[in-house]
């Protein structure tokens, strides 16, 4: 499966809302854990471009609570493009 410039640009900001919002949560709730594994994540996305594992379904996640049908459709087309499936 394809995904295109706009599936992938669509994609990075929900990563980035994604992790961006759990970090904040975090130092909300005194989480320093949580936060700091958040910022990691954000960081590493930033440097590499892709995420790892089941931090894909963290992302699908937010999406479903955040994001149109549209917009979900374009993270799973790029997730599929990611990752091979």
């Not at 995904?3 to 005194?30: G, I, M, N, Y």
């Amino acid at each position: 499966m394809y995904a295109s410039p706009d599936d992938e640009a669509t994609a990075r900001l929900l990563v980035v809302a994604a992790f961006h919002d759990a970090a904040a949560k975090a130092d909300e709730q005194d989480d320093v854990s949580i936060g700091e594994f958040s910022r990691a994540v954000l960081h590493r996305f930033d440097e590499y471009g892709e995420l790892q594992g089941r931090l894909y379904d963290v992302v699908r996640g937010y999406a479903e609570k955040h994001a149109s049908f549209e917009e979900r459709a374009a993270l799973e087309r790029w997730i599929a493009e990611k990752t091979g499936r």
